[in-house]
């Protein structure tokens, strides 16, 4: 007669489940997250791609040979008119969408192309910092993936099979913490406070903020299932018949 699994190995198959299922979700939400952020600065170079318009951006690429200092009808999209600025030179200004902060709009626009300030700075860096987060989001996944086929394949690895869960956690405690040290948090709230977009583009802000805390949220939760995982491996391995006293090799 076939033995039934314990209440432990039901707890340890729920864990394991739980933490493919949260890392999955984290490496989604922040895969989504960098794809918004792209949309965000879609229209700030060449024809308008998209119906996020920002309040202000850089002209077209017909009067941004850094010679041209007069405003032209060539030089902005539609819906756009050319303007002068001491500081960048040239750019385009929408006509229905007014910037909140327009310093602050202005330097993540980078109309001059130069990343100078220490808001396109922290743009950048978030940008490369999520591509990071969801690159080892993708390695939790694969560490989840190699503990699950421990289970069927190995379940007497006791330190294998621990060891691939504090690894896997450690992985998403680094994926977490390298968004939360770029700042992206403050920085998405500055990027909202700001209103640099028109309705569609600030609802699109406002999506990108919430996936970034969803992101966060799942991503903690991920990586302390993993740890909570490792003294079941430990103990048990990947038993889930037989007794319930830690496995002894």
């Not at 989504?32 to 024809?47: A, I, P, S, W």
């Not at 860096?125 to 990071?132: D, G, L, Q, S």
């Not at 995982?229 to 990947?238: D, I, K, Q, V």
Request: charged share 15%.
């Amino acid at each position: 007669m076939a033995k039934r699994c314990s209440t432990r190995a039901v707890m340890q198959i729920f864990l394991t489940g739980m933490c493919l299922a949260t890392a999955i979700a984290s490496f989604t939400f922040a895969f989504v997250f960098e794809q918004f952020m792209d949309q965000l600065t879609e229209n700030y170079r060449g024809e308008l791609g998209s119906e996020n318009l920002p309040c202000m951006r850089s002209t077209l690429d017909a009067c941004n040979d850094g010679t041209m200092d007069q405003c032209r009808d060539i030089c902005c999209p539609p819906g756009y008119s050319c303007s002068r600025s001491p500081i960048v030179g040239l750019y385009c200004d929408h006509g229905l969408t007014m910037c909140g902060d327009f310093n602050w709009c202005r330097d993540f626009a980078d109309i001059s192309r130069t990343c100078a300030t220490s808001v396109c700075k922290t743009n950048q860096m978030v940008t490369r910092v999520t591509a990071w987060s969801y690159i080892l989001a993708a390695i939790g996944i694969f560490l989840d993936l190699v503990d699950i086929i421990t289970i069927f394949t190995l379940p007497d690895a006791v330190v294998f099979k621990a060891g691939t869960n504090i690894f896997s956690s450690l992985v998403k405690w680094l994926a977490f913490g390298l968004v939360v040290g770029a700042g992206t948090q403050g920085f998405m709230s500055e990027l909202e406070q700001a209103r640099c977009f028109n309705s569609v583009g600030m609802q699109l802000v406002a999506d990108a903020g919430g996936l970034f805390v969803s992101y966060a949220i799942v991503q903690v939760v991920s990586a302390t299932l993993s740890l909570v995982l490792a003294p079941f491996s430990a103990y048990f391995g990947g038993k889930l018949q037989g007794g319930e006293v830690p496995y002894v090799k």
